[in-house]
């Protein structure tokens, strides 16, 4: 399922949209398909549209995009004034945003870049292939991240470092909250599979219901990556300490047996409808 946030009216948004538009502008002169990803995503499709403060402020950006190699991601890039000397970090309006390639690039599920380092861009691929669209002021439509896609991301992320923070964790949590409210909220309710499974439960069957989308964007390989985290008793019980909240063992077990039914099954076509 994709969806369409409009926010075209709303005057308090947090992300900085005039770079935005500028990224999204480069990304099109230049033919390229790109994603927005991070906080700025988090924000526009699930603070905004569920009526929820910002968490955070969102003082830099962060997108993906897909390029054949290192060249194509250099050319891009190149636009834009690099920031602290690192290849993938540029200024944008003074923004410092990070740009993350994936696609052609990769090796392994992985892309190095100049300076050795190296990044495990498992679920981009997946983010920028079914991606929520966003209209902001002026009729700009831009590629957002799905909370489905967020999930996941924020699940790898926190297994790269949760050792030096445990932002991830209480993220992963905002987001399966957000699975039964607002918008999420009316999606829920005619879906009889995930109330039923989790006895009516609403909260629970919302993150249910997120990780069930979540394990439909992968295939079983790359999936296996998400897995992997929640499967492993001793990760899935720091995960859910780092997410500090009475809320967490509950939402993150049925989220991890939503992402166990999505990525054995095989969506229908109404659900891999625009929406």
Sequence with gaps: MTRTFDLSSRIDHPAPLDVIADLHRRAGELGLRWVLIGAAARDLVVHLPSGHPVVRATNDVDIAIAVEGRQQFLKFTGGFASARGAEHKVLVRGVEVDIVPFGGIESGDTVTFADGHELDVVGLREAAAAPDTVIL???????????????????????????????????????????SQGPYGDELWPDEEALA??????????????????GRLFDLKRGNHVLDVLNDPRQHQLLRRDMRSIL???????????????????PTPSETDNH
């Design 137 to 179: 002021p002026h009729g700009l439509r831009i590629p957002v991240a799905s909370i489905e896609a967020q999930s996941a991301l924020k699940t790898l992320a926190w297994r790269d470092r949760h050792f030096d923070t445990s932002r991830d964790a209480t993220d992963l949590l905002e987001l399966l909250k957000a699975g």
């Design 197 to 214: 499974i989790n006895e009516f439960d609403a909260s629970l069957a919302g993150a249910w219901r997120i990780g069930r989308g979540a």
């Design 248 to 266: 967490a063992a509950g939402l993150l077990t049925a989220y991890q047996a939503g992402f166990r039914a999505g990525s054995s099954a095989t």
